[in-house]
């Protein structure tokens, strides 16, 4: 079965600075997608960014990347520029790749709050 | 641009009671699944469904559970017997099973509370 790790409960930030949130998982395998997901308060689920494993090239959306080492089995997701807005539970979540309909597996999830 | 919906946003039902929680997927999208997450703990899988049956449930996903397709549009999450710890968010979502598809596009959630 596949876990996903998020070892960070909270963090903060300060606004306009970076900050960088951690995603370890452990599967046995060889190709699936990867998934930072952002929840707000108004707790609906907002798709931030997406990797495909068989991808080298990290993803980027605007100001968000991620840092992905699949040796190491670590998805990290970095946010730049922070803004108040970006604060929200973010999840990291898992998905194999294979035909057919196969569901995500989350993190339990780090609260970010952006300090103005 | 297309988007999940569910209603209603909250349900208030007395313990014993039976609710049917409500999604339009996205029109183009062939997988759907239902998710749950009790308050300030990780997103949950309950069921996906595909062609009109049940692809994979999880163990949450008991005999008091189940759901349907009724017709071309709505995705339904019934509980038979609702008790005090199915009080959670109840998000249903939907993936194009195209190539290259490959994301899942969520409601903004169901907010059930047993009383």
């Given at each position: 079965?596949?876990t996903?790790t998020?070892?960070?409960?909270?963090?903060?930030?300060?606004?306009?600075?970076?900050?960088?949130l951690?995603?370890t998982?452990?599967?046995?395998e060889?190709?699936?997608?990867?998934?930072?997901y952002?929840?707000?308060?108004?707790?609906?689920?907002?798709?931030?960014?997406r990797q495909?494993?068989?991808k080298?090239?990290?993803?980027?959306?605007?100001?968000?990347?991620?840092?992905f080492?699949k040796?190491?089995k670590?998805?990290?997701?970095?946010?730049?520029?922070s803004?108040l807005?970006?604060t929200a539970?973010y999840?990291c979540?898992f998905?194999?790749?294979?035909s057919g309909?196969t569901p995500?597996?989350?993190?339990k999830?780090t609260?970010l709050?952006v300090?103005? | 641009?297309?988007?999940?919906?569910?209603?209603p946003?909250?349900q208030?039902?007395?313990?014993g009671?039976?609710?049917i929680?409500?999604?339009?997927?996205?029109?183009?999208?062939l997988?759907?699944y239902w998710y749950r997450?009790?308050?300030?703990?990780k997103?949950?899988f309950?069921?996906?469904?595909?062609n009109?049956?049940?692809?994979?449930?999880?163990?949450?996903f008991?005999d008091?559970f189940?759901?349907?397709r009724?017709d071309g549009?709505?995705?339904?999450?019934?509980?038979?017997?609702?008790?005090?710890?199915?009080?959670?968010?109840?998000?249903c979502?939907?993936r194009?099973?195209?190539q290259?598809q490959?994301?899942a596009?969520?409601?903004?959630?169901?907010?059930l509370t047993v009383v």
């Open positions: 079965a596949q996903v998020q070892s960070q409960p909270e963090m903060s930030v300060q606004e306009a600075e970076t900050v960088t951690s995603c998982y452990d599967t046995s060889n190709n699936y997608y990867l998934f930072w952002k929840q707000p308060p108004s707790r609906q689920m907002i798709l931030v960014i495909e494993a068989y080298q090239q990290n993803a980027t959306e605007n100001r968000f990347s991620v840092n080492q040796a190491a670590s998805f990290s997701l970095k946010i730049s520029d803004q807005g970006d539970m999840f979540a998905m194999k790749q294979r309909n995500l597996v989350f993190g999830g609260r709050s300090i103005a | 641009e297309p988007e999940v919906t569910q209603t946003s909250h208030v039902t007395q313990m009671q039976e609710v929680l409500r999604c339009v997927p996205i029109s183009n999208h997988y759907f997450q009790i308050l300030g703990q997103v949950e309950l069921v996906s469904f595909y009109n049956e049940i692809s994979e449930k999880s163990e949450i008991d008091q189940s759901v349907e009724p549009s709505n995705f339904t999450l019934k509980i038979r017997s609702t008790k005090l710890e199915d009080s959670a968010m109840y998000f979502a939907s194009d099973p195209g290259g490959f994301e596009f969520f409601g903004q959630g169901t907010r």
